[in-house]
């Protein structure tokens, strides 16, 4: 079965720290992965997107993302946060027959300590 | 990037009653719109694929009399909950893609519907 999975509900770290958001998926074509961040109340940003090439995607926002195929995952990492990073942040999947529809993880939600 | 607008960003109806989201491409074509309505603190929930000039296709325990959808144009989708009740009070987001294989669409800035 296709899906995607963000086995964390919720995460918190301190201002200036580094950050990783995990991904798993499980997809049986070729996988097209993005990450998209929602602040609240609001609609949703992309982030980044991984369609092919190099496996380490540079995003907006200072964010980045790994692509390893052996492992099923998609990671997106920040070197330094900002406590305007606070949001909840999806992992999503797709492929070229799917026309655009995404399968979306459950969500990770930032919390920023000052 | 492109950019979809969503229109209203909030509203509050009365329950009985029916309301119309609209989502806009502004700056593309839209052959392909997406709906989608998220639930508090849970992630998207895809409701309806609709495609200009045609049908929309509903995802599995949608209601297609309950929420009318029409992509009359390649710039303009519409949702519609009719006789909307407090259980369709959530948060609906739209997406709007262009072209075969293009597989990134574009996400409006979503309405929040409260029923009363």
């Known amino acids: 079965a296709q899906s995607v999975t963000q086995p964390d509900i919720h995460i918190t770290v301190s201002e200036g720290a580094s950050l990783e958001l995990r991904c798993n998926y499980s997809?049986?074509?070729?996988?097209?992965l993005f990450w998209y961040v929602q602040s609240p109340g609001q609609g949703l940003q992309l982030l980044l997107k991984?369609?092919?090439?190099d496996t380490l995607v540079q995003g907006i926002k200072g964010f980045e993302a790994e692509f390893k195929r052996s492992q099923s995952s998609f990671n997106l990492r920040k070197p330094s946060v900002h406590w305007s990073d606070a949001a909840e942040y999806f992992c999503?999947?797709?492929?070229?027959?799917?026309?655009?529809?995404?399968?979306w993880g459950a969500g990770t939600k930032l919390i920023i300590k000052p | 990037g492109a950019v979809v607008s969503q229109h209203p960003s909030r509203v509050i109806c009365k329950s009985g009653t029916s309301v119309k989201i609209e989502c806009r491409s502004l700056d593309f074509q839209a052959t392909t719109m997406f709906w989608y309505r998220q639930f508090p603190k849970q992630s998207l929930m895809l409701m309806a694929t609709s495609n200009e000039g045609s049908k929309a296709t509903y995802e599995q325990g949608v209601e297609k009399d309950k929420f009318l959808i029409n992509h009359a144009s390649l710039t303009l989708s519409t949702l519609t909950v009719t006789s909307a009740h407090p259980e369709d009070s959530s948060f609906y987001i739209c997406s709007a893609g262009w072209g075969q294989g293009n597989t990134e669409a574009f996400f409006g800035q979503g309405t929040r519907l409260t029923v009363v």
């Open positions: 999503a999947v797709g492929g070229v027959r799917s026309n655009y529809q995404l399968i």
């Open positions: 997809y049986g074509a070729t996988p097209y």
């Open positions: 991984y369609f092919s090439g």
